[in-house]
């Protein structure tokens, strides 16, 4: 991907420096948001299905110091995608009553939110409360190496994944699916992994910007595809159980994560990612 180092930008917030926060919390950190907002809440903000699968009960430690160039370079990555992604949305959404920024909060091993403690081995997720996406940079080292996504431009999906769950806040759509009956949101077929879906088909609309402006170089459309392939809920259950169980799904399968992205990216246009409406 073609990017400006150097690249500052103010909507980034960056906690590494301040250290794994109550380690050990995991999920059960959350409790605050859940007991505002219910269980099924958890589907507004989570990339790897709430973090489930790979929950360890450790902290994740970042690797490298806090000031490796290698670190400070993706810093100003994901700020520079940041700013890219939300200029974005900032021209899509002008003529439906404006776009309101949301921040990113880098950290290390755990973080408080708006929605509770969260911990790296959630994956990224995004809190509608304070709406701030929050990611450990150790994230996609394992994205590379755990789940077989490597390349810049998979590191921006998941960026764009998170803004989003940002534009949906915005829109109305993330609170219609929390106020849904609770059978509705479970399964293959449930909201829950509608709304994951969008926030895919969402991602590729940014991707359809920038390939536009030439920012996207040779293969980065593939490495985003295989991301959003990697962390399908079926190829993740199989990863983690052996089996693969539909019925618990919250973010929908790698061809379903793949597909709505390219839908997106094909068409440039937010319309076209009604995946409540798709069969």
């Avoid at 911990?119 to 995004?126: A, D, L, R, T, V």
Wanted: aromatic letters at 10%; charged letters at 25%.
């Amino acid at each position: 991907m073609r990017w400006d180092r150097g690249h500052v930008s103010s909507d980034v917030e960056d906690r590494r420096g301040q250290g794994p926060a109550r380690a050990g919390m995991g999920i059960f950190g959350l409790l605050p948001f859940f007991a505002r907002f219910g269980w099924k809440g958890m589907v507004v903000f989570g990339l790897l299905a709430g973090g489930m699968y790979f929950a360890s009960g450790r902290v994740t430690e970042q690797k490298g110091a806090v000031g490796n160039a290698g670190q400070e370079e993706m810093v100003e990555f994901v700020g520079f995608v940041l700013d890219d992604v939300q200029d974005t949305w900032s021209q899509l959404l002008t003529r439906e009553g404006g776009y309101e920024k949301a921040g990113l909060v880098l950290f290390r091993g755990a973080v408080t939110s708006g929605c509770g403690m969260g911990e790296s081995q959630m994956g990224p997720f995004y809190c509608p409360l304070d709406r701030k996406a929050y990611v450990d940079l150790s994230f996609f080292e394992d994205l590379h190496q755990r789940f077989g996504a490597p390349g810049d431009f998979a590191q921006a999906y998941v960026i764009a994944h998170e803004i989003g769950h940002h534009v949906q806040t915005l829109k109305g759509t993330s609170d219609k699916v929390r106020q849904a009956p609770a059978h509705a949101q479970k399964g293959s077929d449930g909201l829950s992994v509608k709304l994951e879906l969008q926030a895919d088909c969402f991602a590729g609309v940014w991707a359809y910007s920038a390939a536009k402006r030439q920012l996207l170089e040779v293969g980065d459309l593939e490495e985003a595809l295989a991301a959003a392939a990697a962390i399908g809920d079926d190829r993740l259950q199989k990863q983690a159980k052996g089996r693969v169980t539909p019925e618990t799904w919250s973010h929908g399968s790698s061809e379903q994560r793949a597909q709505w992205f390219q839908r997106g990216y094909k068409t440039g246009d937010p319309r076209q990612c009604d995946t409540f409406a798709a069969n």
